[in-house]
C-alpha cells in the first residue's frame, strides 16, 4: 500500500516532521510517499494562505495518484482544500483535522484542539461543526506561529503546554488533539507528561487510510465529488483547468 502524505505549505522540514509522524504508525507494508508543496505560502495561518495553498496541493494530489498512491493526506489541521482534492481524486483523500476528530471521538466524550494562531481558531471551530462535534470538542489557541514550533529559541512549546493545561482544567477535556502537522512530533512526549491521550492528525490520517485501502473503498463519484466538469481556466489559472493539471 502507497500512502501520498501532502504538506500544502511549502517548508521542507515541516515536510519531514510530518513524514516521521506517518512512518512511525504505518503497518510494515504501507509506503510513505511524503511531498513539499512547490508553490504557496511557508506556513498556513488563516484563509488568505489556505486560498494560495490550494493550487499547489492540488498539482501534488494529481501527481500521486498518477503515480500510484492508493490514498492520499492532507497534512494542515485545515483540512486545506480537501474537497476541491477529493473531487478531483478517484483514491481516498483524508484530511488530518477529520481524521483526528473521529478517532478521538471512540475514546473521550470532551476534548479540546489546541492550534497554533488565533487566526486560525475561528476556521478550525467551523470545521468542528462540519464535523459534528460541536458538543463535544472545544478550540483554543495559543497563539504560536507555526514556524517557531521549529525555532529552539522561541517559546512556543511551552505556550502549547500552558494553553493544554489550560484545556484540561478549564475545558475539562478529557483528551487534546494538536491543531497542527508541525505538533506532530510532541506526541508522545505530551501524552507522558499530561497523562491523557493526545492525538496527532497525521496520524490518525494515516491509520484511517490504510483502514479505506483495506476495505477497498475510494471516493464517491456522484454528487458532492464528481468529477469537476470540463471547461476551460485561463490566465495564470490555464494549467489547472480539468483534464489538464500537470502531473509530471
Same mark, same amino acid.
Given at each position: 500500500m502507497r500512502i501520498l502524505v501532502v504538506n500544502p505549505n511549502t517548508t521542507a522540514s515541516m515536510t519531514a516532521t510530518i513524514a516521521d509522524s506517518a512512518t512511525r504508525v504505518a503497518n510494515a507494508g504501507t509506503e510513505i510517499l511524503a511531498v513539499t508543496s512547490s508553490m504557496g505560502p511557508v506556513s498556513i495561518e488563516g484563509y @488568505?494562505?489556505? /486560498?494560495?495553498a490550494v493550487p499547489g496541493?492540488?498539482?501534488?494530489?494529481?501527481?500521486?495518484?498518477? %503515480? =500510484?498512491?492508493?490514498?492520499?493526506?492532507?497534512?494542515?489541521?485545515?483540512? !486545506? =482544500?480537501?474537497?476541491a482534492a477529493r473531487a478531483l481524486a478517484d483514491i481516498p483523500v483524508i484530511g488530518i483535522c477529520e481524521a483526528a476528530l473521529a478517532s478521538t471521538a471512540f475514546i473521550a466524550q470532551r476534548f479540546t484542539i489546541? !492550534? !497554533?494562531?488565533?487566526?486560525?481558531? $475561528?476556521?478550525?471551530? +467551523?470545521?468542528? +461543526?462540519? @464535523?459534528?462535534?460541536?458538543g463535544r470538542c472545544k478550540v483554543r489557541a495559543a497563539?504560536?506561529?507555526?514556524?517557531?514550533?521549529e525555532d529552539p529559541n522561541s517559546n512556543a512549546r511551552d505556550r502549547l503546554r500552558s494553553e493544554i493545561a489550560t484545556a484540561l482544567r478549564d475545558d475539562k477535556a478529557e483528551a487534546i488533539v494538536l491543531g497542527c502537522a508541525g505538533m506532530a512530533d510532541l506526541t508522545a512526549e505530551l501524552r /507522558?507528561?499530561?497523562?491523557?491521550?493526545?492525538?496527532?492528525?497525521?496520524? %490518525? /490520517?494515516?491509520?484511517?487510510?490504510? /483502514? $479505506?485501502?483495506?476495505?477497498?473503498?475510494? !471516493?464517491?463519484?456522484?454528487g458532492a465529488y464528481a468529477s469537476p466538469v470540463s471547461k476551460p481556466y485561463k490566465g495564470l489559472l490555464e494549467g489547472f483547468g480539468p483534464g489538464k493539471l500537470i502531473t509530471s
Open positions: @488568505y494562505d489556505e /486560498a494560495f496541493l492540488l498539482v501534488e494530489i494529481a501527481k500521486g495518484e498518477t %503515480a =500510484g498512491a492508493d490514498a492520499a493526506i492532507i497534512a494542515c489541521f485545515d483540512d !486545506t =482544500g480537501l474537497d489546541v !492550534t !497554533t494562531m488565533e487566526r486560525s481558531r $475561528l476556521p478550525l471551530e +467551523h470545521l468542528v +461543526h462540519r @464535523y459534528g462535534m460541536a497563539d504560536i506561529p507555526v514556524l517557531s514550533l /507522558a507528561e499530561f497523562g491523557v491521550p493526545v492525538v496527532d492528525g497525521v496520524a %490518525a /490520517a494515516v491509520k484511517q487510510a490504510e /483502514a $479505506l485501502v483495506s476495505l477497498g473503498l475510494s !471516493t464517491a463519484k456522484r
